[in-house]
């Protein structure tokens, strides 16, 4: 699933404001992602194309102690929704 899409849907579809992308931590992203030195310089070629899906990353979400747990939980909801919605369209 695209990192890029799947923030802009919570955002667009739940209203759930996230963030896409690689966090600054690029080292730790190719050992969490699994990319060797020859799969980097390959992705790195392909943004300099043009091709930014090429990118890894993921999505991430903060949710504030000064939330309620109405808040959160529509939340959490939110984002369990637009998971099975993407599964589904992965399995499709």
């Not at 992602?33 to 980097?40: C, E, Q, R, V």
């Amino acid at each position: 699933v695209d990192h890029v899409a799947f923030t802009k849907g919570l955002s667009d579809n739940f209203g759930i404001q996230a963030r896409g992308g690689c966090s600054c931590a690029g080292p730790y992203g190719h050992r969490l992602l699994h990319i060797d030195p020859n799969a980097s310089a390959h992705i790195a070629a392909e943004i300099r194309e043009g091709h930014a899906v090429e990118k890894p990353g993921w999505v991430r979400v903060n949710l504030s102690y000064l939330l309620t747990d109405a808040k959160a939980g529509a939340i959490i909801q939110g984002i369990a929704q637009a998971v099975a919605e993407a599964q589904a369209a992965v399995a499709a």
